[in-house]
């Protein structure tokens, strides 16, 4: 079975902690987690990703995140699974057409969101 390279990008240490619980759940998973826009930015050459999980305002409550999901879309791999959480439908518009290719919300566990999506390719 092959290895999938996932970067969950959360700010939250309670929701990197639930993450990173959830992730036990799933071996073929290889979890690498960024606490902030900065060690995302330094993360996302460093492998090839299969799915990336992007919290929509990092470092407070300002929506931040655009910029990082246009990088992931321009420079990553094509057949990257990008998944924005946000509370606000709005955002959520606004991370699609910048390149998200799936929306959770907060309360979505995030790890089955990306297993559901990778176990159909």
Not at 23 to 41: C, G, N
Not at 47 to 64: E, R
Not at 100 to 109: E, N, P, Q, V
Request: with cysteine; aromatic share 6%; hydrophobic share 40%.
């Amino acid at each position: 079975m092959p290895t999938w390279n996932v970067l969950l990008i959360e700010d939250d240490l309670k929701q990197v902690e639930e993450f990173k619980a959830e992730m036990a759940d799933y071996p073929q998973y290889q979890a690498t987690y960024a606490m902030s826009l900065a060690e995302a930015v330094k993360l996302i050459p460093s492998k090839q990703w299969h799915a990336v999980s992007v919290d929509g305002c990092l470092g407070g409550d300002i929506f931040n995140s655009l910029p990082l999901i246009r990088m992931l879309k321009e420079k990553g791999d094509p057949d990257c699974v990008i998944i924005a959480a946000s509370s606000s439908p709005y955002l959520g518009e606004e991370m699609l057409a910048a390149g998200c290719t799936h929306m959770a919300r907060k309360k979505d566990h995030v790890p089955d969101l990306i297993h559901s999506i990778l176990r159909r390719r």
